[in-house]
């Protein structure tokens, strides 16, 4: 395939979905003849037969990106974005849950209100309450509360993007789950809508309760995005310089006690002091170096959090 750009990718992110992608292919095939397009298909080092099935189909418009190992969901879903060539850019799960008969509803969304994200809401999810839904209520609402970013489905992965926001996003660890958020980030103008959702019939999910509590500290990570991630100084620095203070103004009322012929040694309130000058000191020196860290990341080489195997087609 040649690398003139399309009309639209399809990037789907796969890890052991065998007996689920080439149906996913063909199905994606049927709705979108006429457009042109292409699938960019990411095995993220998939165990079973995922990958030895997909490359086996005969398609002009696809393209498997091969991961040398299991990256994660996010890093497979930055390897696929970094490689599709459409000026829109749809991301899918390959379990067959989401249905390829949204991508066009949703593309003719983005484009005439110029949408820059136009985020899939599931409407009748058909998944287990207890491994699935609940997780899903948790998450959503916690990402909600302290982002104060109102979408209704974070954990729907089919979405429709500018080509331009989706290569520009740094999706890395695991803030695909995140991605609204980290498009408002960019100034992106962002819709939803809602889409269908099937039960799944061939393999198990990969999700679980264990995924609300990773949310926690994706959370505080996107809050010092938010307000800190270009200025760690007026964080690190604030909380260093307040320590600091507070243990200077310990030791000043200690000495004052001294003066006056009190005895000071050996008092909780002086070794406290002492901690938090110390503290105070190892925050700023936080503060400094993230500050030079952080201008080491901005002007540093593009690294990619995955690393590509081989691409197919």
Not at 20 to 26: A, D, Y
Not at 111 to 116: E, I, K, M, T
Request: proline share 3%.
């Amino acid at each position: 395939m040649d690398n003139h750009e399309c009309e639209l990718s399809v990037v789907l992110v796969a890890y052991n979905e065998e007996s689920n992608g080439v149906e996913l292919i063909r199905r994606i095939h049927e709705v979108l003849e006429g457009v042109d397009y292409e699938i960019v298909f990411v095995d993220d080092g998939s165990t079973d037969n995922t990958l030895k099935e997909v490359i086996s189909v005969d398609h002009s418009r696809l393209k498997v990106i091969e991961l040398q190992r299991n990256f994660g969901q996010s890093a497979a879903l930055a390897a696929g974005i970094h490689h599709a060539r459409g000026t829109h850019i749809v991301t899918m799960d390959a379990d067959l849950q989401n249905d390829p008969d949204d991508i066009l509803p949703m593309l003719h969304v983005a484009r005439s209100g110029d949408w820059d994200l136009v985020a899939g809401i599931r409407k009748k999810r058909h998944d287990g309450f207890l491994l699935r839904k609940l997780p899903s209520l948790i998450a959503n609402s916690l990402i909600r509360r302290s982002t104060g970013i109102k979408i209704k489905d974070y954990g729907c992965t089919l979405k429709v993007f500018k080509r331009e926001l989706a290569q520009n996003l740094a999706i890395y660890g695991e803030l695909h789950r995140f991605i609204p958020v980290l498009a408002s980030f960019e100034g992106a103008t962002i819709t939803q809508m809602e889409v269908k959702h099937h039960p799944r019939t061939h393999g198990r999910s990969k999700y679980g309760l264990s995924r609300s509590f990773k949310v926690l500290s994706d959370v505080l990570l996107l809050i010092f995005f938010r307000k800190y991630l270009d200025r760690p100084m007026h964080l690190f620095g604030l909380i260093g310089l307040l320590l600091f203070l507070s243990g200077a103004a310990i030791q000043a009322y200690l000495l004052g006690l001294k003066l006056f012929g009190h005895d000071i040694w050996g008092r909780p309130v002086m070794i406290l002091g002492f901690i938090l000058l110390v503290l105070g000191i190892q925050f700023i020196t936080t503060g400094v170096m993230a500050e030079l860290l952080m201008r080491t990341y901005y002007e540093s080489q593009n690294k990619k959090p995955y690393k590509v195997r081989k691409i197919h087609g």
